[in-house]
């Protein structure tokens, strides 16, 4: 019992570690994502080079890294409660580790999906301000749009005006984004580990931990891209002048740019999943080894 609760704890203490990593790693590429995502059909950039140049003309604070310390704060939170729900959920699934021996990937999956679902009590909030501040860059993106200095103040104006439920914005559809991205997640990184430790015996287990995190990262986050197109553009659109919710903001975005916007940014959020996963992932995997705990499954 004392074992368990240890291993419990040690996967809160290095899901936080790898958390606050990750988030610095990927925050302008994202920055990038969130202004193609919200930008309006009458005011689109030229291309992804004309976006990064419009970032780039801002301070490093007021462009590529608007909006960073919100989330920065909060991913430590986030990413312990998303790694310790997942360890946890694993445990009491029956995914005992072991040597050698085939992971439990539906167990996997699940675990993932479940901590997908608990890590949005943190982690809609931190989403919501994070896309405000970022989307207000200046390009026309949100027309009539209030300009926020920092995330203090934009959490304060829309706990003012909204409420609690401001902070909640796009809830839904971060929760259909989050929750199957969370367990393709998993189970990508846990099958890749598994194999190249088995067949690739030669390449040190960092440098697999890093590649496999990676390739998940992407995979995840292609699976689920419409989702976060529209879970963005809801976030941004704080105030409720352009979108009522899901279907509402869905329709609007194919009826006047047609199915290529469910997939805008595509290209800067696989330039981000990378880095981004492939860190996170790595940094939780060393770090739970040096908490002395086992990484295979039985």
Same mark, same amino acid.
């Given at each position: 019992?004392?074992?368990?609760?240890? *291993?419990?704890? %040690?996967? *809160? =203490?290095?899901?936080?570690?790898?958390?606050?990593?990750?988030?610095?790693?990927?925050?302008?590429?994202?920055?990038?994502?969130?202004?193609?995502?919200?930008?309006?059909?009458? %005011?689109?950039?030229?291309?992804?080079?004309?976006?990064?140049?419009? #970032?780039?003309?801002?301070?490093?604070?007021?462009? +590529?890294?608007?909006?960073?310390?919100?989330?920065?704060?909060?991913?430590?939170?986030?990413?312990?409660?998303?790694?310790?729900?997942?360890?946890?959920?694993?445990?009491?699934?029956?995914?005992?580790?072991?040597?050698?021996?085939?992971?439990?990937?539906?167990?996997?999956?699940?675990?993932?999906?479940? $901590?997908?679902? #608990?890590?949005?009590?943190?982690?809609?909030?931190?989403?919501?301000?994070?896309?405000?501040?970022?989307?207000? =860059?200046?390009?026309?993106?949100?027309?009539?749009?209030?300009?926020?200095?920092?995330?203090?103040?934009?959490?304060?104006?829309?706990?003012?005006?909204?409420?609690?439920?401001?902070?909640?914005?796009?809830?839904?559809?971060?929760?259909?984004?989050? #929750?199957?991205?969370?367990? =393709? *997640? +998993?189970?990508?990184?846990?099958?890749?580990? +598994? %194999?190249?430790?088995?067949?690739?015996?030669?390449?040190?287990?960092?440098?697999?931990?890093?590649?496999?995190? $990676? =390739?998940?990262?992407?995979?995840?986050?292609?699976?689920?891209?419409?989702?976060?197109?529209?879970?963005?553009?809801?976030?941004?659109?704080?105030?409720?002048?352009?979108?009522?919710? /899901?279907?509402?903001?869905?329709?609007?975005?194919?009826?006047?740019? $047609?199915?290529?916007?469910? /997939?805008?940014?595509?290209?800067?959020?696989?330039?981000?999943? /990378?880095?981004?996963?492939?860190?996170?992932?790595?940094?939780?995997?060393?770090?739970?080894?040096?908490?002395?705990?086992?990484?295979? *499954? $039985?």
């Amino acid at each position: 019992m004392e074992k368990e609760s240890s *291993y419990v704890r %040690n996967d *809160y =203490i290095a899901g936080a570690i790898a958390g606050s990593v990750g988030v610095i790693a990927g925050h302008p590429f994202d920055t990038v994502k969130v202004q193609l995502q919200v930008q309006s059909a009458e %005011n689109k950039y030229k291309s992804l080079l004309d976006c990064v140049s419009t #970032v780039k003309k801002q301070k490093l604070s007021k462009g +590529f890294f608007r909006g960073l310390s919100w989330p920065m704060f909060s991913a430590g939170v986030i990413n312990s409660v998303y790694f310790g729900v997942y360890g946890y959920s694993l445990k009491l699934l029956g995914g005992n580790k072991e040597d050698n021996s085939t992971p439990p990937y539906l167990k996997i999956l699940v675990s993932g999906c479940l $901590g997908g679902v #608990v890590q949005l009590i943190p982690a809609c909030p931190a989403e919501v301000i994070k896309v405000v501040l970022q989307s207000q =860059i200046p390009h026309g993106n949100i027309q009539g749009a209030t300009f926020y200095k920092g995330p203090m103040e934009g959490a304060a104006h829309i706990l003012r005006v909204h409420g609690l439920r401001g902070m909640y914005r796009g809830l839904p559809t971060q929760c259909i984004r989050d #929750v199957p991205a969370n367990g =393709i *997640y +998993f189970l990508t990184f846990e099958f890749l580990t +598994f %194999n190249g430790s088995i067949k690739l015996p030669f390449i040190p287990a960092a440098v697999q931990n890093f590649f496999a995190g $990676g =390739i998940a990262g992407v995979l995840s986050w292609m699976a689920i891209m419409p989702f976060d197109v529209v879970k963005s553009r809801l976030q941004a659109d704080c105030d409720s002048k352009h979108y009522k919710g /899901f279907l509402d903001c869905a329709l609007a975005c194919y009826k006047q740019e $047609g199915p290529s916007v469910f /997939f805008r940014g595509l290209s800067m959020v696989a330039m981000r999943a /990378f880095p981004v996963n492939a860190v996170t992932l790595m940094v939780y995997s060393e770090s739970m080894k040096f908490l002395g705990e086992e990484v295979s *499954y $039985g």
